[in-house]
Every structure is written in C-alpha cells, then in structure tokens.
T-cell receptor, first 114, second 109 residues
Framework: GAGVSQSPSNKVTEKGKDVELRCDPI?????LYWYRQRLGQGLEFLIY????????KSGLPSDRFSAERTGESVSTLTIQRTQQEDSAVYLC????????????FGPGTRLLVL | SQKIEQNSEALNIQEGKTATLTCNYT??????LQWYRQDPGRGPVFLLL?????KEKRKERLKVTFDTTLKQSLFHITASQPADSATYLC????????FGKGTRLHILP
C-alpha cells in the first residue's frame, strides 16, 4: 500500500514569502506528526494531531508556523513570512489508531529560504 | 520534563564487530521504547519496539534491551557491516512520541 507522501519534495523561496507544505498520511492512521530537521541535527517536534482531539502545538517555534488537518486525512504546514533559519527538511509521520505509536515517515520537504 | 539522551558523538566500529548504542531517559515511565534508523536525506525507518515487560528483543542481527530501573535501552548490531552505517534514533511515548537526537554509527571496512 501507499506510504506517507509529502509535497513538494523541494521548495526554494525568498525570505518573507509564505510557503505551504502538504502531507498525505497512510489511510486509516489517526495520528500525524510534523517535524523539522536542520542539516546534521536531530528531529525537532513541531505539532501532533491525534484523531479529533485538539492538536498539540507545543513545538511550533513561532506564530509564523501553523498547521491544519482535515479529519484523519491530509495535513498542511504553513510558514508565513519565511526566514532563512526556516531552511530545513520538514518531515511528516503518521501512526495507526490502535496499539503502539510506531511512526511511518514521509520523504520530507526540503525547504530553502534565500 | 521528559528527556531522552543519546550519545551525540559518532561511533566508529570495525566491520564484523558488535556496535552498541545507548539511550537514556528521565522523568518518564514508558510502556514501550522504539528504535529507528535514518539514512542521509531520508526519513527515519522503524526497526524494533520493546515493551516495558520485555528485557530483550531480537531481530536478525539486531538486539535491544530495556532496563526500566536504569531507564536505559541498549541497541546492539552484531556482525556489523558498512551498510549498517546510519543514524540510529530511540523514541518513547505512549501517546505522543518523543525522539532522541540520534547517534551516528560508522562501520569501518
């Protein structure tokens, strides 16, 4: 079956522009995570959606970052007024509803802010 | 707050030897712990999960131990191969998963 997909795979933007990143989780997975990973660094948790519960936004670094998820499907991560320090790989992962929260990651979106 | 610690320094191991990576955690009592592998330019891939009532778990050349008293998990790769070179991440959490920073492993031919 299809895994987690993300689009675009690469994005180059100018400082100050807004960008929108998309994640399509595995069908039926109720949990969805967004992470940021700067070059050579570990995963930085951004936001967590679990079913219909209120999302855990505790990892969002500033109010320029927001994310939405429609039901248990697609999620979009929006970065407004991008800054050069936003350059990173943005990874999305989903987990099934039952059992352990084993995560299945997408290939990521490589964002470069010039 | 919950904290996961993995050795941030790269680990160099000679091919054929056993590589052992450590994951320590504090302020948490997880029901299970997971290990992932991440190759450059790719997302992490799930390897193994061990539950709190399991002391050891094996999968092919991989072995994971879980000591809930020490709050530590050890990840072993036996008969290591250059293809095992990657970053290995531990993760824990019963609802929301938290990842460690990962340890880079280099298997030297």
């Amino acid at each position: 079956g299809a895994g987690v997909s993300q689009s675009p795979s690469n994005k180059v933007t100018e400082k100050g522009k807004d960008v929108e990143l998309r994640c399509d989780p595995i069908s039926g997975h109720t949990a969805l995570y967004w992470y940021r990973q700067r070059l050579g660094q570990g995963l930085e948790f951004l936001i967590y959606f679990q079913g219909n519960s209120a999302p855990d936004k505790s990892g969002l670094p500033s109010d320029r970052f927001s994310a939405e998820r429609t039901g248990e499907s697609v999620s979009t991560l929006t970065i407004q007024r991008t800054q050069q320090e936003d350059s990173a790989v943005y990874l999305c992962a989903s987990s099934p509803a039952q059992g352990t929260q084993t995560q299945y990651f997408g290939p990521g979106t490589r964002l470069l802010v010039l | 707050s919950q904290k996961i610690e993995q050795n941030s320094e790269a680990l160099n191991i000679q091919e054929g030897k056993t590589a052992t990576l450590t994951c320590n955690y504090t302020n948490y009592s997880p029901a299970y712990l997971q290990w992932y592998r991440q190759d450059p330019g790719r997302g992490p891939v799930f390897l193994l999960l061990i539950r709190e009532n399991e002391k050891e778990k094996r999968k092919e050349r991989l072995k994971v131990t879980f000591d809930t008293t020490l709050k530590q998990s050890l990840f072993h790769i036996t008969a290591s191969q250059p293809a095992d070179s990657a970053t290995y991440l531990c993760a824990l959490g019963d609802d929301k998963i938290i990842f460690g920073k990962g340890t880079r492993l280099h298997i030297l031919p």
